[in-house]
């Protein structure tokens, strides 16, 4: 087996870990995008593509074809593309990758709901095989919204564009999968009416950032983690998703929606269960995704009795971020000024099994706060002599291991440290590793990787069936409560911590780590 040499000293282009997106090899295949001219696939998935060919980890044989309402020609299509490309890439396009991607394109316009738009979808896929020579994979990816997700996947079974012979057919669904539980079940059933599961891909687009998954490096993977992992050393977990922003021109979304679907039902609870897993036996996809239901299973459910003692929902009201006055969530265009959707959720849930059982899990995420930051704080329990408490010291506190997804992807562990001089004095230092600064390249973005997956066939980043549903059955008495509950809502100040009716979820004079 061959080799790769690493020179201790040497130049960064003599390390491996500076080289960014592995080849992995890739079927040639004919992506089809469902709402390609609307915002997700202009500024993240046509980008993400581009820096898959500028990689080099696009299939040797890759073809596009977008499909939306929007009346336009081919060339039209690759013009829209080749703008947003410009626009939201990551890097600065070469104009002789992009030549090559944007001369693969092609577009229907259409309703999704009209056969017709099938049938040219049915002509262009035949096309694209009989140049190649080969039949393609396919990869329809519904980046649409919520409604049409049934309506697509139905159509595509009743066109025969479910399956193909000779090559693989695979579905790409976004959030949100329904927006309660009954839903989420409908909807599972109606698309496994057309496709098998091992043909659909739920995005998380949370799941493909790197230090989402470098949770599971960092515990599985080191000594000095794994053995601490659990009830006997850990005394809390919090789980933070704060903006920065307000809701801006999404309030015809974000309204239906509000928090608690949006971050804690999806990305959130995913994030739990990379904490709370258990190791697989492998790293394949499901067994991965195993390990995590019996996690979101062991999960104490909330009641309508114990939702009020577990959860806080609250709304931004006016402040002041970055120096700019901003409106309260009621005064934003289009909100209603009854609206009871909450902009800021935290909830406290508990883990019922022998690993975890007695440690809290708080989770908060809200709009309108003092800055953007995704992250994981673990807390260890204080060691039990504290005797180094003198003037001037700040003393012995909890270990802390800070995981954050955004803004600055890395991991942090705060120590206690002497400070100089002849006292014992202690306070806590911090040791840090950043993306940016250990690998020497800019990490990909979580769409590239996930978008390669869907098209090798990998489902360890995308959300089963039964996942879905176990995420819904926490999330759902929630949702029930609260909507039969009325309003007002309590409020906070934009650009502050959050509400302060918060802390009242906190156990044994915890606080809130300072977002």
């Not at 509000?258 to 996809?285: I, K, S, T, W």
């Not at 759902?476 to 409020?491: F, Y």
Request: hydrophobic share 40%; net charge negative; aromatic share 8%.
């Amino acid at each position: 087996m061959a080799t790769t040499d690493i020179k201790v000293g040497g130049d960064a282009q003599d390390n491996p870990l500076v080289e960014g997106l592995e080849r992995l090899p890739v079927h040639p295949t004919t992506l089809v995008i469902f709402g390609a001219t609307g915002d997700l696939a202009r500024r993240k998935l046509l980008p993400a593509i581009y820096n898959l060919a500028h990689e080099g980890a696009l299939p040797e044989r890759f073809n596009l074809i977008g499909s939306s309402r929007s009346e336009m020609s081919h060339e039209e299509f690759a013009q829209h593309a080749a703008e947003a490309i410009r626009q939201f890439s990551r890097r600065e396009p070469s104009e002789q990758v992009l030549d090559v991607l944007l001369s693969n394109m092609r577009y229907v316009s259409g309703s999704f709901d009209d056969d017709s738009v099938y049938t040219q979808l049915d002509g262009l896929l035949k096309e694209f095989d009989d140049a190649a020579g080969q039949p393609l994979n396919r990869v329809f990816y519904l980046s649409t919204a919520p409604e049409f997700f049934p309506v697509i996947i139905e159509e595509l079974g009743k066109s025969g564009l479910n399956s193909h012979e000779g090559s693989e057919v695979r579905a790409v669904i976004e959030k949100p999968f329904g927006t309660t539980l009954q839903e989420a079940k409908d909807l599972n059933k109606r698309v496994l009416s057309v496709f098998a599961e091992k043909q659909l891909f739920r995005i998380d687009h949370y799941l493909g950032k790197e230090t989402v998954q470098n949770v599971m490096a960092f515990r599985f993977a080191n000594g000095l983690f794994e053995p601490v992992w659990n009830r006997n050393y850990i005394d809390r977990v919090e789980i933070t998703a704060a903006e920065d922003l307000t809701i801006g021109t999404r309030a015809g979304y974000y309204d239906q929606a509000g928090a608690l679907r949006d971050l804690v039902q999806n990305h959130m609870l995913q994030l739990l269960c990379n904490v709370a897993m258990e190791p697989p036996v492998h790293f394949e996809a499901d067994e991965i995704r195993d390990e995590k239901v019996k996690v979101l299973r062991s999960v104490i459910k909330p009641t309508p009795e114990t939702v009020d003692d577990i959860a806080v929902r609250a709304q931004y009201g006016p402040g002041t971020i970055g120096g700019e006055t901003v409106r309260g969530y009621l005064q934003e265009d289009g909100v209603p000024a009854d609206s009871n959707t909450e902009t800021y959720a935290a909830i406290r849930l508990e883990i019922d099994n022998w690993r975890w059982a007695g440690v809290p899990f708080y989770l908060r995420t809200g709009k309108s706060l003092a800055r953007k930051v995704t992250e994981i704080a673990i807390t260890l329990k204080p060691v039990p002599h504290l005797a180094f408490q003198q003037e001037g010291s700040v003393g012995v506190r909890p270990n802390q291991l800070i995981l954050t997804m955004q803004p600055n992807e890395g991991v942090s562990l705060s120590l206690g440290a002497k400070i100089p001089g002849t006292r014992m004095r202690i306070r806590p230092v911090n040791m840090e590793f950043l993306y940016g600064t250990s690998f020497m390249s800019q990490s990909p973005e979580a769409y590239e990787r996930l978008i390669l997956d869907a098209m090798r066939g990998d489902a360890t980043l995308f959300t089963r069936n039964d996942e879905v549903e176990a995420q819904w059955e926490i999330c759902d008495p929630i949702v029930q409560k609260w909507e039969a509950t009325p309003g007002p809502l309590p409020q906070y100040e934009a650009g502050t911590q959050g509400p302060a009716e918060a802390d009242r979820l906190l156990e044994d004079g915890a606080r809130w780590r300072a977002i």
